[in-house]
């Protein structure tokens, strides 16, 4: 079967967090690595603040754009609790990736629900590798918070086994120049938290 | 040369390759990037946004009729609007290939309702196309035209959210030569009145003969002959699922499947043990299978609603293999059972929301359509009563408010769904001496699918400046005469002008007017803070609903990092607790 060899990614986050820049900054690398690439997005409602999902398949033959249950190597996420909502998609020894930063939902603000207070020790159980770290601070100590989401791609391209030039070559394609530097500091810092 | 695309993307490119001169459609998720993409080679294709799809359709109609080569785009409901002239142009037929987009949406991601496109093909008896993914997606354009123009028939290119939204490699081909518009007068042709109506009649019935033929022989269907034990007819983008989870099975991919292939679907089922039919939404091949006398399974093993996925096929296989379908799942954690749910919801600084909050004083029923401000509808706003569909906002108003409904009725509708159609409902207010009142939440732009111009933005697809439609002077002209606009930032005000309207004996119109945020991309001001000393929580900003305000048991906080300065939840604070400045006792 072709699931063996085809990697899957899993970004998740709250509409406007950045999340499809981290998708096509994933798929740039991996096509630029010579591989079959599908990619998976939502468009419309759901990015109005919703809970936001893109996927990344990449391989030597991708016939399913969607991630299946339990599959994904990586599970990148860029707001707390959103990792524990995405869980599934997680093969049980795949790596997650979490921003610790908090996005607290209308939900939980008008009194429907609320927003769980130990969401770090929930994502220490439920995730045996975890890099849990403040994508936001880490941004912005590099000079915009806003990059945050690359933070959290350097840190998720230590389970992906792509060359680190493909990488490089893929922030270039997908951001603005004056931003390159900020973004490929971003990366680099995510990949040594990680390490 | 390759590039990754998205569906929309691919259908784009080949509609540049194919050679069309004329593109047309309305926004809607998730068809709007096609049209996008193609505004990209505006040099050499016309395109517009037209104000609905029964008008895309006809702009497009006109074209093809004069021998261009000519598109139109939409989402599933859209093609409802157009279905006018869709029907009787497959009686007219094509002269330039004449092919309608339109992008269902299995498992309503951005829709109101989930319907199956390829009724529209069987009901007007025309080909529908529907690609697997990016690289067929392009290519099938190219042969949609081909067969619209060789079998004088309209055709339908059909995608689904995930085949439209999903990214792949496509290569990339040269643009074909256009054809020059000539159109060659000949009205027994193009003209439908009975006597020669009735003739394309029969033409119709014949090409559908034909047709099914030609599909059969078609390089959109191919059998892939693998274990003939067990034989699985893949429609669409059902086919990537099924090469993941039935690696082994032979399958009959198709992607043309109506008029149906039937040679090419006896010769498959002759040659295998068992026939499954895996299908996006509704079971039309396999009830057709069924009526060719071939035993198969289809919707009894494959669910009928919400989208296909590999994890929906492998309880598929599960359940074919006697196994439990259920035992494939993660199970579920207790760390992530009481998660709360994160729904969309209006943006920070959007300037709906000071409408909405202005209506929640009022105990008046409110007829809501579709757009952002559908998102009215959630705590705490809580302010949309019904939506049904574009333009419903102001006619449903006034039928309530003819049935005898004793509270007011207040319909809601954005500026692109108002030139789309709300024109018309309001017509027949003012006409019919309805008391009404209709408000226009008017954020200059299509912001729901992501910004597009409308005849009001005063700009067009191809980036021309052009004649900005007055949403208030066509409100006089159809006989409203209490129109009003209001800045909707102005909370005190917009409640005022609702006020008053409201309480008016006969119909009104109210504008409230200004441009998304998001769009303009611009600050509406400084952020503001809350000084916890001076906030008693009392919850008038955290009715606003508003993503920046954050509460919970200790306190109420304003997100910096979302807030965007629009100054309502200043404005609603009694106790002046919320002020511009820096980190005024926030954290």
């Known amino acids: 079967m072709s699931e063996a060899q085809t990697a899957s990614v899993v970004l998740v986050g709250v509409g406007g967090q950045g999340v499809l820049l981290a998708s096509e900054i994933t798929a740039r690398a991996a096509i630029l690595a010579g591989h079959q690439v599908k990619t998976n997005e939502v468009h419309g409602m759901a990015q109005r603040g919703g809970s936001v999902i893109a996927q990344v398949r990449f391989g030597p033959e991708v016939h399913s754009p969607l991630v299946e249950q339990g599959t994904a190597r990586v599970l990148g996420s860029l707001e707390r609790i959103e990792a524990l909502r995405y869980r599934p998609y997680l093969a049980p020894d795949g790596l997650a990736v979490v921003s610790s930063q908090m996005i607290v939902p209308t939900t939980v603000s008008t009194g429907q629900a609320t927003y769980p207070a130990d969401a770090e020790a929930r994502l220490r159980r439920v995730f045996p590798r975890l890099v849990y770290v403040d994508g936001v601070a880490e941004a912005r100590a590099l000079g915009d918070s806003r990059a945050a989401n690359i933070v959290v791609l350097g840190a998720m391209s230590l389970a992906l086994d792509l060359p680190m030039q493909c990488w490089e070559e893929a922030i270039k394609g997908s951001v603005k120049t004056r931003l390159l530097e900020l973004n490929l500091k971003a990366f680099q810092r995510g990949r040594e938290l990680a390490e | ?587």
């Open chain 2, 1 to 587: 040369m390759t590039e990754l695309l998205s569906g929309n993307e691919a259908i784009a490119r080949g509609i540049y390759e194919a050679g069309v001169t004329v593109a047309t459609g309305y926004p809607g998720t998730p068809s709007t990037e096609i049209l996008e993409a193609v505004s990209r080679h505006k040099d050499e294709i016309y395109c517009e946004w037209s104000p609905n799809e029964k008008v895309a359709f006809e702009v497009a109609a006109g074209a093809a009729l004069a021998g261009a080569r000519a598109i139109c785009t939409m989402k599933h409901v859209g093609l409802n609007v157009a279905a006018d002239p869709l029907m009787t142009l497959s009686y007219i037929g094509t002269v330039g290939g004449f092919v309608a987009c339109v992008a269902d949406d299995p498992g309503q991601h951005s829709s109101q309702n989930e319907q199956d496109t390829r009724h529209y093909a069987r009901f007007a008896k025309i080909p529908v196309f529907e690609p697997a993914d990016s690289q067929e997606a392009k290519e099938l354009v190219g042969l949609a035209l081909e067969i619209s123009e060789r079998f004088d028939t309209p055709a339908i290119l059909r995608t689904t959210t995930r085949v439209s939204h999903s990214r792949g490699l496509v290569e990339l081909g040269e643009r074909q030569g256009a054809r020059a518009a000539a159109f060659e007068r000949n009205p027994p042709r193009y003209v439908p009145i009975p006597i020669w109506g009735r003739k394309m009649r029969v033409k119709v019935e014949e090409r559908l003969g034909r047709l099914a033929e030609e599909a059969s022989r078609s390089p959109a269907n191919r059998i892939e002959w693998r274990d003939r034990n067990l034989g699985i007819v893949a429609v669409g983008i059902a086919y990537s699922f099924v090469r993941e989870v039935f690696p082994e099975a032979s399958v009959l991919k198709l992607s043309w499947c109506y008029p149906f292939p039937d040679a090419l679907l006896k010769e498959f089922a002759a040659g295998v043990e068992r026939v499954l039919v895996v299908e996006e939404l509704d079971d039309i091949v396999e009830e057709h299978l069924r009526s060719l006398g071939v035993p198969c399974q289809g919707k009894g093993l494959v669910p009928r609603i919400g989208e296909l996925s590999t994890d929906r096929l492998r309880e598929t296989r599960a359940k074919m293999e006697g196994r439990d379908p259920e035992a494939g799942r993660m199970p579920p954690v207790p760390e992530a059972a009481d998660l709360p749910a994160r729904p969309p919801v209006l943006c920070p600084g959007c300037p709906h929301r000071g409408v909405f909050h202005g209506l929640g004083k009022r105990d008046v029923v409110v007829t809501g359509d579709i757009g952002c401000y559908s998102l009215g509808v959630f705590p705490p706003l809580n302010r949309t009563d019904t939506i049904l569909c574009m333009g419903a906002g102001v006619t449903m108003a006034h039928g309530m408010d003819k049935a005898g409904e004793p509270r007011k009725v207040v319909g809601i509708v954005g500026d692109s769904t108002f030139f789309h159609s709300g024109i018309t409902g309001l017509l027949d207010v003012a006409y019919n001496r309805g008391s009404s009142t209709i408000i226009v939440v008017d954020n200059r732009t299509t912001a729901m699918t992501g910004h597009q111009d409308h005849p009001g933005t005063g700009r067009t697809l191809m980036g021309e400046a052009t004649v900005e439609a007055s949403i208030e002077d066509i409100g006089r002209a159809c006989g409203i005469r209490r129109v009003a606009t209001v800045d909707p930032y102005d909370l005190k005000e917009t409640a005022r002008v609702l006020a008053a309207e409201i309480d008016a004996e006969e119909p009104s119109l109210i504008v409230s007017r200004a441009p998304c945020p998001l769009h303009t991309r611009s600050r509406l001001g400084p952020p503001r803070f809350i000084d916890r000393d001076a906030c008693v929580q009392c919850g008038n900003c955290v009715k606003l609903g508003c993503p920046a305000i954050e509460s919970d048991d200790e306190s109420v906080r304003i997100n910096e990092l979302l807030c965007s300065g629009c100054g309502m939840c200043e404005q609603v604070c009694k106790l002046d607790a919320i002020q511009v400045g820096e980190g005024a006792g926030d954290e």
